[in-house]
């Protein structure tokens, strides 16, 4: 009977479920679950994404869990880079998180360590506030981190439940116990999320092929409009001798358009330091590499140290005998909310996107070549090798040599290849795509 009543009660709030919003739910594990979020807030009451490891009122219990949980995944990050013995600490440690090679194709649906942990605390009550109070107003849930979704499903959530995957290939613990049995929908960002989702159990009917869901301010609408202006200024830069263009002229002209005759910034390289504050140094060996070309405005650096105060203290001490007239510009906010909206910003006239390959692999699809740091993590290590599949970006050369093997690739018309790579292969569309499925608006096919 009480199967019944939730069943009917389901299905007169889908008859009304077309044109409502969602709750938006991500997790503060680094920057980015919650940069996953942020293009979808749209979505949110009052845009507000909920962080299910920090939000107003949580059980004291619940929080301690998810704090622990945080404390691993930085320490981590910042462990790597010990010798000798970082390496093989992390190593260890990564096996938890390892993601496992696609060939030979097999059932890999029976649960992992890491799974059935997050599920027995959830027996135990973790999680069952929070979705106590989405039940209050249950709307569809879009969470871009796995646990809130076991958790909402675990606790009977009566509306849908939508996961969003952050990485071009998924570990295991992103599908629960028993994923045939699961109603957790998910976005995949690629083709490799979605198949591998296959090969965890995850029903054919329960995965939408979306596309990452990159930010609207840098998109325009769904014609695109904003990154098509901003591509063909930065298609310029990304090729000073011409030779890219005039190879490819046809294919740039059906996408682009007819080229701008001069660009609207100076070459410009974005170093993104990881929110847990590993490689902070990779970025000022580039800049004492470049600071003669810095010098002469050849080039503009920005780093994005986003919220932490220590990385943007740590930069500005380094920097500030250089004397670099303002040509290298520390991006950083007091919140997150404020962070990601001044990197956006930001990436309208930035040329070059140099960061280790998190969910940022993605923004190669604004027409953004990624200069590739060196991976933290099995995820990163299958976002770089589908980075490279795809032509979007390149692994980084030495970092003290930056002024040489950058100038090379500019010069050869590599980084303007990579850009259209990324431009012309990447789903720009993400956002639109689930926006539109979660309001019923139009509505995505689920994959084959």
């Known amino acids: 009977m009480i199967k019944k009543i939730k069943e009917q009660k389901i299905k007169e709030q889908k008859i009304n479920k077309i044109g409502s919003k969602a709750w938006i739910v991500s997790a503060d594990m680094g920057y980015g679950h919650q940069r996953t979020a942020f293009p979808l807030r749209d979505l949110a009451p009052n845009e507000r994404v909920i962080n299910a490891n920090h939000y107003e009122g949580i059980p004291k219990k619940d929080r301690n869990i998810w704090q622990r949980t945080r404390i691993i995944y930085e320490f981590i990050s910042r462990f790597k880079k010990i010798p000798f013995i970082g390496e093989f600490i992390f190593g260890f440690l990564d096996k938890f998180q390892k993601i496992l090679n696609y060939y030979p194709k097999r059932d890999l649906s029976g649960p992992s360590f890491g799974v059935k942990s997050n599920f027995y605390l959830i027996s135990r009550g973790w999680g069952k506030d929070l979705i106590k109070r989405f039940q209050q107003d249950p709307l569809p849930i879009v969470s871009t981190f796995f646990t809130p979704a076991f958790m909402a499903e675990s606790f009977n959530y009566l509306e849908d439940i939508y996961c ?154 380094e920097v500030a005998g250089l004397k670099l007239d303002g040509f290298v510009q520390i991006l950083s906010a007091e919140n997150i909310i404020e962070y990601f909206k001044k990197f956006n910003l930001a990436l309208r006239k930035t040329d070059i996107l140099w960061t280790k390959p998190s969910e940022l692999s993605f923004y190669a699809g604004f027409g953004i070549p990624i200069i590739i740091a060196p991976t933290i993590g099995s995820q990163e290590d299958f976002n770089k090798k589908w980075l490279l599949h795809i032509g979007a970006g390149t692994a980084q050369e030495n970092p003290k040599y930056t002024a040489e093997w950058l100038f090379d690739l500019l010069n050869a018309g590599d980084f303007a290849e990579m850009a259209m790579q990324g431009f012309v292969e990447i789903e720009k569309k993400g956002v639109f795509n689930i926006e539109n499925i979660i309001t019923g608006k139009n509505k995505l096919k689920t994959s084959k």
């Not at 109603?183 to 009917?205: H, N």
């Not at 996408?255 to 070459?267: T, V």
């Not at 503009?300 to 500005?316: A, D, N, Q, T």
């Open 164 to 317: 969003v995957v952050c990485d071009a290939d998924a570990n295991r613990a992103w599908v629960p116990l028993n994923p045939e049995m699961s109603r957790i929908k998910y976005f995949a960002p690629c083709t490799w999320v979605r198949d591998r989702l296959k090969l965890y159990g995850v029903k054919s009917e329960n995965i939408f092929l979306s596309g990452y869901p990159l930010p609207k301010e840098n998109l325009g609408t769904e014609k695109l409009e904003i990154v098509k202006t901003d591509m063909a200024f930065r298609l310029l830069n990304l090729d000073p001798m011409g030779k890219y263009r005039k190879i490819y002229a046809p294919l740039i002209k059906d996408f682009l358009g007819k080229l701008p005759e001069k660009s609207d910034h100076p070459l410009t390289i974005l170093f993104s330091v990881g929110g847990a504050g590993a490689q902070k140094e990779i970025g000022l060996q580039a800049i004492n590499s470049l600071k003669e070309k810095i010098k002469a405005k050849e080039i503009k650096i920005i780093i994005s140290v986003g919220i932490r105060k220590e990385l943007k203290k740590y930069y500005e001490n």
